[in-house]
């Protein structure tokens, strides 16, 4: 079991560029999600799609955000354009069930703006 | 780390040890809990989840308890080792249908040798 995957496991880009990350879910799970962890703000909670279709975004802290899911095994979160505020480590979690419970998460990305 | 700073309780417990780390959930409808484990530069691992129509549960070396009456939660960690420093998460599920998981803000375990 390959677990979630993420790429890349780092980021480092200017303000302004765009930025994708990109994540795999366990094979068979019908739920993913997108969280952001900062020392401030802690683990945040962006955005998660059930069977491909995002249910919930209102964690998504601006239009520069966005997140597709086109098919079971992949999905994508973009920053465009990307400000140093968005500096943070995103991580991707799946789940088998449909209500959001034992969540399990890929090893993150770290994403640095300058 | 990303979990280190001024806001993050802090347990430290000598190896051999028996841990408590506890949790405060803010929903009385919370009917699911689950308590995570994240390592410097990992991502959450899970550890041990509980139903609300349960008040105790027993994992490998780790216990979850969950007293429903005064919204608490707690992991209790036998026999500490070093390998169990990590800042440890509680995230609770408000209900059923779309809800989703709602986590705690963390707390540091340091286990000495």
């Known amino acids: 079991d390959a677990g979630v995957i993420q790429s890349p496991r780092h980021e480092v880009t200017e303000m302004g560029q765009e930025v994708t990350l990109r994540c795999k879910p366990i094979?068979?799970?019908?739920?993913l999600f997108w969280y952001r962890q900062t020392m401030m703000r802690g683990l945040e909670l962006l955005i998660y799609?059930?069977?491909?279709?995002?249910?919930?975004d209102s964690g998504m802290p601006e239009d520069r955000f966005s997140a597709k899911m086109p098919n079971a095994s992949f999905s994508t979160l973009k920053i465009q354009p990307s400000e140093p505020r968005d500096s943070a480590v995103y991580f991707c979690?799946?789940?088998?069930?449909?209500?959001?419970?034992?969540?399990?998460f890929g090893p993150g990305t770290r994403l640095l703006v300058l | 780390g990303e979990n280190v700073g001024l806001h993050l309780p802090t347990l430290s417990v000598q190896e051999g040890d028996n841990s408590i780390i506890n949790c405060a959930y803010s929903?009385?409808?919370?009917?699911?809990f689950i308590w995570y484990k994240q390592e410097s530069g990992k991502g959450p691992q899970f550890i041990i989840d509980?139903?609300?129509?349960?008040d105790k549960r027993q994992g490998q070396r780790v216990t979850v308890l969950l007293n429903k009456t005064v919204k608490h939660l707690s992991l209790q960690i036998a026999a500490t080792q070093p390998g169990d420093s990590a800042v440890y998460f509680c995230?609770?599920?408000?209900?059923?249908?779309?809800?989703?998981?709602?986590f705690g803000k963390g707390t540091m375990l340091l286990v000495s040798p």
């Open positions: 979690a799946s789940s088998l069930t449909r209500r959001q419970e034992t969540q399990y």
């Open positions: 094979s068979g799970h019908n739920s």
């Open positions: 799609f059930n069977n491909n279709v995002p249910i919930d």
């Open positions: 929903n009385s409808a919370s009917d699911y």
């Open positions: 509980i139903r609300s129509n349960m």
């Open positions: 995230a609770e599920n408000k209900g059923s249908g779309y809800s989703t998981l709602t």
